[in-house]
């Protein structure tokens, strides 16, 4: 089976610039969950999508938003960028069944550096 | 989810037993303990979970606690791949599936 899949692997975007970041499940996977990676906060959940709904959140602001298509594929907006959200963007996938485990499987991660 | 501890370093001698603890004195009956490392710059993987036996599988061994206040993961014969930031987490299934929360994780370090 093919792994899970981020892109772009790495971007470069200015202050107050939107971006949108996707991510390819494991085959089957209808579970999304996407976290943020920085030195000083370390791994943080944003929110997870499951059949298209989100169904769990983290604390993040609303600029930070998602999305999950019909094909369990997911996307990751931000919205006026700030410095701050330069960090590592996780996605990982998993079954999500509620008689499942939390076994993730992450993905490479794309490198957002804001400037 | 109950909040982890783990000592934020440790080191071990590359073909010896790595030992990394974990103290989750808050854990409900219903929640897993997990263990993920990360290799620097990469995605997170995951290594095994439990929810009161010892588990082992080929990357490691689980051992939790008859109280489950605590456990330990056990790589058997640690190599220098091995080197890497393990997170041990406490979860449990249904709603919270999907959402794991990691805290700073051990750094261990196999050395030559």
């Known amino acids: 089976k093919a792994g899970v899949t981020q892109t772009p692997r790495y971007l470069i975007k200015t202050r107050g610039q939107q971006v949108t970041l996707s991510c390819s499940p494991i085959?089957?996977?209808?579970?999304v969950s996407w976290y943020q990676q920085t030195p000083g906060q370390g791994l943080q959940f944003l929110f997870e999508?499951?059949?298209?709904?989100?169904?769990n959140k983290g604390n993040f602001p609303g600029r930070f938003s998602g999305r999950q298509f019909s094909n369990s594929r997911s996307e990751m907006n931000v919205s006026t960028l700030e410095l701050g959200d330069s960090a590592l963007y996780l996605c990982?996938?998993?079954?999500?069944?509620?008689?499942?485990?939390?076994?993730?499987?992450f993905g490479p991660g794309t490198r957002l550096t804001v400037l | 989810d109950a909040k982890t501890t783990q000592p934020t370093s440790m080191d071990c001698a590359e073909g010896r037993a790595a030992n990394l603890p974990c103290n989750h004195s808050?854990?409900?009956?219903?929640?897993?303990v997990y263990w993920y490392r990360q290799i620097h710059s990469q995605g997170p993987q995951y290594i095994i979970h439990?929810?009161?036996n010892n588990e082992t599988n080929e990357m490691a061994s689980l051992i939790i606690t008859e109280d489950r206040k605590s456990s330990t993961l056990i790589l058997p014969h640690a190599t220098l791949r091995d080197t890497a930031v393990y997170y041990c987490?406490?979860?449990?299934?249904?709603?919270?599936?999907?959402?794991?929360?990691f805290g700073r994780g051990t750094q261990l370090t196999v050395w030559p």
């Open positions: 987490i406490v979860t449990g299934r249904g709603s919270t599936l999907g959402r794991l929360y």
């Open positions: 999508y499951f059949s298209e709904t989100q169904r």
């Open positions: 990982a996938s998993s079954p999500g069944l509620a008689d499942s485990y939390n076994e993730q499987f």
């Open positions: 439990g929810l009161k």
């Open positions: 808050t854990i409900s009956g219903n929640e897993y």
């Open positions: 085959s089957g996977h209808r579970s």
